[in-house]
C-alpha cells in the first residue's frame, strides 16, 4: 500500500537549534517527494521536492532534505530555525507523471521556543 | 511563480443548501485539477481528480453526487458540496498540475462551516 509516515506530530525547537522532520513512504514506483509548509487556515507552499539526481535537495528558507533510498526516508533538516518556521509541515509522494495526485503523511507541527 | 486562487477563502451555509467552491489557475493552464479535504489537526486527503472536459474521477469513499465536480475550462474547476450537513465542515484544498515542470500548485484553501 502507498503510504507517507510522519512519525513526529509535534515537535518544539529552541530558536536557533538545528531542526530535522522525519518522513518515511510506502510507494510501489518511482517516488517523487514534496515537503510543504501550511500555516494556520491557509494553503500549502511547496518547501522543496525530490524527483532524480542528487539525493541531497536544496529547498527554500533554508531546508533541505535528504532522499535515503534504502531506508525509505526522505527527512527535512534545517541548521538554525527561526521563530516564524512554526508552522505545519507535511511530506508528501506522488509519481512520474501525476506529480499533482499527492499521498500526504499525518504533518508535523512545529513550535518554535524563543 | 504560478498561481492558483481558490474563492471563497471561507463560507458559512446553512445545512442543506449548496455551496460551489472555485479553483482557478490564473497563470497558466492546467488540464488536471485535484480537490483535498483536510480535517482538524489531520492531513489531507484527496477526494477527486478534476479534468478539463470530461468527468472527474473520485478516491473511494467520496460521494460523487454530494461533491460535484465540473471543470469547464483550462483554468477552472469548481466543486459543489451538494446538501451540505455539519460533517461536510471543513478545509477544502485545490491544486492545479502545471503544464510544464513537474509540479502541482495548490490554492489557498476554503473553510467550510455547515451549519
Known amino acids: 500500500a502507498q503510504s507517507v509516515t510522519q512519525p513526529d506530530i509535534h515537535i518544539t525547537v529552541s530558536e536557533g537549534a538545528s531542526l530535522e522532520l522525519r518522513c518515511n513512504y510506502s510507494y510501489g514506483a518511482t517516488p517523487y517527494l514534496f515537503w510543504y509548509v501550511q500555516s494556520p487556515g491557509q494553503g500549502l507552499q511547496l518547501l522543496l521536492k525530490?524527483?532524480?539526481?542528487?539525493?541531497l535537495v536544496q529547498g527554500i528558507k533554508g531546508f533541505e532534505a535528504e532522499f535515503k533510498r534504502s531506508q525509505s526516508s526522505f527527512n527535512l533538516r534545517k541548521p538554525s530555525v527561526h521563530w516564524s518556521d512554526a508552522a505545519e509541515y507535511f511530506c508528501a509522494v506522488g509519481g512520474p507523471g501525476n506529480t499533482g495526485k499527492l499521498i500526504f503523511g499525518q504533518g508535523t507541527t512545529l513550535q518554535v521556543k524563543p | 511563480g504560478a498561481v492558483v486562487s481558490q474563492h471563497p477563502s471561507r463560507v458559512i451555509c446553512k445545512s442543506g443548501t449548496s455551496v460551489k467552491i472555485e479553483c482557478r489557475s490564473l497563470?497558466?493552464?492546467?488540464?488536471?485539477m485535484f480537490w483535498y479535504r483536510q480535517f482538524p489537526k489531520q492531513s489531507l486527503m484527496l477526494m477527486a481528480t478534476s479534468n478539463e472536459g470530461s468527468k472527474a474521477t473520485y478516491e473511494q469513499g467520496v460521494e460523487k453526487d454530494k461533491f460535484l465536480i465540473n471543470h469547464a475550462s483550462l483554468t477552472l474547476s469548481t466543486l459543489t458540496v451538494t446538501s451540505a450537513h455539519p460533517e461536510d465542515s471543513s478545509f477544502y484544498i485545490c491544486?492545479?498540475?502545471?503544464?510544464?515542470?513537474?509540479?502541482?500548485?495548490f490554492g489557498q484553501g476554503t473553510r467550510l462551516t455547515v451549519v
Open positions: 497563470d497558466f493552464q492546467a488540464t488536471t
Open positions: 525530490y524527483f532524480s539526481g542528487d539525493t
Open positions: 491544486s492545479a498540475s502545471h503544464p510544464v515542470g513537474t509540479e502541482a500548485f
